[in-house]
């Protein structure tokens, strides 16, 4: 299985402690060795670094650990490979530019018949269902809204939960979707999420011997939501989603749909 | 003016050489100072690194001349902010996902009144002439190929041909445009290329102490152009575009249209 870690924040904030204790999991304290991805979004703009290699082995992993890159809204995904070989283009998170806006994906699970799925603005590049899966999703909401996104964001979003239903039904669909304002969640089996804010405390980290004191590293109006596969600590309380719930994210909010 | 670098080859090489020219032109030999981007394709894949800050200051151009990434095709870029403000998404290359492949492009020099141009698939992120430019060439190119390329690829590069010459007529169109086999270079005023075969040569860099042997790094077989704003190096012959003139690659060989 693979492992997502997303972020929604109010104010830039750096994801270095939660991504040390993914990405571990990259080959060492678990078997997701077929590469990892992040993606930042900065502004409008976005980047994503990623590489085939385990992540406990990559270099551009121990940089994104060290290098603290400030960000609203994060993606991440380590691999274990089952559909599509290990390659670049195979590695989540997948991008498309929608509305004049970048539009990120990861996916934990696997959808059986998803390639008969008919795409139409959309193609994958790799042979993975998630990018498939992506392709489909981003190809219905532009039938849908070809030209621009809804007023109200909310009925976009409750449109990809109808989406993400009948993904539900193909498989396991544990899936991020962003344009770095939101972060929609979908849970199949197994997401969590957690926000922080003040009072903040401190946070022990369950695949490493890692502390952080949140209350030296903020100012008391942040808000931060972390979700993951698995809980990445030991000494707070996640929330677990259930089959077939979704969540969406704003600043780190939770905003009901 | 903004610095253009890119690179076809027949096997998998690094840049780490030429990067390490480019890079102190960012903010140290020369006066970009607004931010860099460089992109690599590995098989279909590719990936972009992107930083808003000089690239003679920046941890992940730092990560790039030091982790040999090898490549048949990069795009390169460091910038001089003249149109768009300085973000992450006013910084190229440029990417946009056409027929299932990664399209990236790099751009320098002005366009006047590019905005006027309808876009119709691709729409820009940020606010610059360069990306609107992209955006225009791939709906372009799209709208008379919209579902999928020409069988021969060069009778799409003479289509671009036509389309390159308008942006030309527009101002400065020096630019990259490539699906990760071919690198399409246009010249308005300011390219550069070098095709480096056997019998490989020692070359010295131009903007930084550095020499390398190129005996020692590559095969007999290996054929790997360069192309740059501006010369890299002090001891070889570069071929000098002309205005208006463009030149397409394809595993490091020159490939007339």
């Known amino acids: 299985m693979c492992e997502l870690l997303g972020m929604s924040a109010n104010i830039p904030t750096d994801i270095c402690f939660s991504f040390s204790g993914l ?29 085939a290699l385990p992540s406990c ?3 551009i992993a121990k940089l994104i650990k060290q290098y603290p890159i400030k960000s609203c809204c994060v993606i991440s995904h380590i691999r274990q490979a089952n559909r599509g070989r290990v390659s670049l283009e195979n590695t989540h998170p997948f991008s498309r ?5 970048d539009w990120t994906f990861a996916h934990n699970g696997q959808l ?4 008969l799925l008919k795409l139409s603005w959309y193609q994958p590049v790799g042979t993975t269902d998630s990018e498939h899966a992506f ?3 981003l190809s219905r909401i532009k039938d849908k809204y070809p030209n621009k996104a809804p007023r109200d964001m909310k009925t976009l979003f409750r449109y990809v939960d109808k989406l993400a239903a009948q993904l539900n039904a193909m498989g396991i669909a544990n899936f991020f979707l962003s344009d770095g304002r939101y972060l929609y969640c979908h849970c199949s089996n197994n997401l969590h999420w957690i926000t922080r804010r003040a009072p903040f ?12 004191d949140f209350k030296q590293e903020t100012t008391p109006n942040d808000v931060v939501t972390v979700i993951a596969t ?8 996640w929330h677990q989603m259930q089959s077939g719930e979704s969540a969406l994210f ?4 939770l905003t009901p749909l």
């Open 135 to 137: 392709c489909w999703l």
């Open 57 to 59: 082995q990559s270099e």
């Open 201 to 212: 405390g401190v946070a022990t980290l369950q695949d490493v011997e890692m502390t952080v």
């Open 23 to 51: 990405m571990v999991r990259g080959g060492q304290t678990a078997a997701h060795k077929d590469g990892f991805g992040v993606t930042f979004y900065e502004d409008k703009g976005c980047r994503t670094f990623k590489d």
């Open 250 to 253: 704003n600043l780190g909010e």
């Open 97 to 101: 530019e929608m509305w004049g806006r």
């Open 112 to 115: 059986k018949g998803i390639k």
């Open 230 to 237: 698995k809980p990445l600590t030991t000494n707070e309380h």
